[in-house]
């Protein structure tokens, strides 16, 4: 009796094991971490780029582009994680970046934002950036499906490590 019901579960738990083979992970939002995945280096030059806009030059920012930029610095991006937003989402993102070019909102159709903000999926994606020169920092970006790194809203700067500790180990 012991036997059967043994081979019963083992049976039904290979079916399911089977079965979970057949299953597709859901799309989450391109990978640009993945060395085919940004092929045109968005992540990384959206970063490096961000530190030059300053006028006149922040020195705090002329340090970061210096820990990005030069011959054999070493940059890793890692993708953090991936979520779709929705169009309510997609359309404030949208309104905050014709704010940012100066656009009209009667000339946004025109000017194309429409078609880029709401003409497809968008995913919001954090970015793990690192540089053989000690830069670490956590990128917001908005990428497209099949296109990475299409609009960097933050960049928070990793600046310092502290160990943590909790009192006790509890379940409340």
Known sequence: MKKGV?????????????????????????DCSKKDGDIYGRIESGIIDSFQLDNPVNEKHMKYFNQLSGKDIKIKVTRLSSIKINKKEARSLMMRRAKMDEVKESDIKSSGLNAQYL??????????????????????YYSAEGSCGNDLEDIYIISDHINGHTADFSWR
């Open 6 to 30: 043994l081979l019963c579960a083992l049976l039904a738990l290979s079916g399911l094991a089977h079965a979970a083979d057949n299953v597709k992970p859901a799309y989450t939002g391109p």
């Open 119 to 140: 003409g497809g999926d968008l995913y919001l994606q954090y970015y793990l950036i690192e540089s053989s020169k000690g830069f670490k920092a956590i990128a917001k």
